[in-house]
């Protein structure tokens, strides 16, 4: 069934965006009889922008309830209750706490586990989307080979590489620009130091005293080398883990968004029901409004 965009939006703000109405948080504050539970604090921050909290950010937050609580008590006394515009607002927020509350206790009713095959199928469907940035990994590392090394030398070696890899294609085109690399650098094989062991693209050779390694940069097998007069020697390492990687963690994701697909999907399929349930009307903006706007 083919999902209604406009209608998908709505579901997904009204179910992925819920309001909290969780009141079993222990209570901050009380004031005449209104409860502010630490839940409330720590959401507000949340949506503030603090993950992570500290006791002041706390405080200032359950100030700002409590303010807010013995204002709200004096409009009450002087009758903002009865303004037709306060109505409006307090009733939309009354629908929007109830839909939430309404979606939490039966999402779990209303949708059955999805198959392996149909995350595939949708996968497939939508892997550009999911993994935007399938490539290899390139780690490039630099090594020196004498007691004193020049530093600029040895980055401006490895900024030699990077440059080679960019023109030829860089990420879009790795395999490309690997082997355009070693078209252009005729010194460039594949062998490893003679007596030496390669123990990672991140440690150094065995059996090298004089060697400092300046930097490893990450822009990821096969070894290539260049060792050039200035006793320089360039090495990157092409692998395919990081595109391992991200396929499994894209998978991962497509499940997720697939079964939040179906989700709404059930809950699109309810509404409809519900609409022919309840009488709803709607309108069209207003053509005044338009001109109004335009000037």
């Known amino acids: 069934m083919k999902i209604n965009k406009k209608l998908f939006v709505v579901i997904f703000i009204l179910f992925f965006f819920p309001v909290n109405i969780s009141a079993k948080s222990p209570p901050a504050a009380k004031i005449d009889g209104v409860v502010i539970t630490w839940d409330d604090v720590d959401q507000a921050l949340s949506q503030a922008g603090k993950k992570e909290p500290a006791e002041e950010d706390r405080k200032k937050m359950l100030d700002a309830w409590v303010a807010r609580v013995l204002l709200a008590r004096e409009a009450e006394k002087e009758g903002f209750l009865n303004k037709p515009e306060v109505q409006h607002s307090l009733e939309l927020n009354r629908m929007t706490i109830l839909s939430a509350s309404y979606i ?16 595939q199928k949708y996968y497939q469907t939508h892997i550009d989307v999911l993994n935007p940035q399938r490539r290899d990994v390139i780690t490039i590392d630099v090594y020196c080979f004498k007691k004193t090394c020049d530093g600029k030398a040895m980055e401006a070696a490895a900024n030699d590489l990077i440059g080679a890899l960019s023109e030829k294609g860089g990420d879009n085109n790795l395999n490309k620009a690997v082997e355009g690399v070693r078209d252009e650098w005729k010194d460039l094989s594949i062998s490893y130091p003679v007596g030496s062991t390669v123990l990672s693209n991140q440690e150094y050779y065995k059996g090298t005293p004089f060697k400092e390694k300046l930097f490893s940069a990450s822009v990821g097998g096969a070894f ?29 994701n497509a499940k997720k968004a697939f079964e939040q697909e179906q989700s709404i999907l059930s809950l699109q399929n309810e509404i409809e029901k519900l609409k022919k349930k309840y009488p709803v009307e709607i309108y069209p903006y207003p053509e005044q409004k338009d001109s109004t706007d335009e000037q």
């Open 104 to 119: 939490k206790a039966n999402y779990p009713k209303k949708n059955s586990p999805v198959s392996d095959d149909d995350v």
């Open 224 to 252: 290539y080398q260049k060792l050039d007069e200035r006793d320089i020697k360039v090495v990157f390492i092409k692998e395919d883990r990081g595109r391992i990687f991200e396929e499994k963690k894209a998978f991962e």
